[in-house]
């Protein structure tokens, strides 16, 4: 399964791997994964406004020794946000769904919320 990590799935499998459960790590062993440069950016504010701890850097060097795939922000991505329904207001999140859907991706996340965007996001 080609996968689309969401910002707190990445921090998870790098490391709290345990909060994945059982299923969460098997699709993520078994899954071509990637990462959105969205979720960096996401880190990189969060950690600068003191609402999480992890440094964007670190996460950033830690993602292609996890066996991970860094996903770029194109401009057809970020277009894509307009046609999406209003059925999420995070501003990354949802940029994460059109890549998803764009790239043919499946969203890995915890978020109910995201579940309705259909079948282009499994929840954990």
Not at 5 to 15: I, K, Q, R, Y
Not at 20 to 38: E, N, Q, T, W
Not at 97 to 118: F, H, K, M, P, R
Request: hydrophobic share 50%; aromatic share 4%; proline share 4%.
């Amino acid at each position: 399964m080609r996968l689309l990590l969401d910002t707190h799935v990445l921090l998870w499998a790098l490391s709290e791997p345990k909060r994945l459960g059982a299923a969460g790590l098997v699709l993520i062993d078994s899954g071509d994964v990637h990462v959105s440069v969205a979720s960096i950016w996401e880190i990189s504010i969060k950690a600068a406004r003191g609402r999480l701890t992890a440094n964007p850097t670190t996460v950033l060097k830690a993602i292609e020794p996890a066996g991970f795939s860094l996903l770029p922000i194109l401009g057809e991505h970020a277009a894509r946000v307009f046609d999406l329904g209003l059925h999420h207001s995070d501003p990354f999140d949802r940029l994460l769904v059109a890549q998803a859907q764009l790239e043919s991706l499946t969203l890995l996340s915890n978020d109910e919320a995201l579940a309705a965007y259909g079948s282009c996001v499994q929840i954990l």
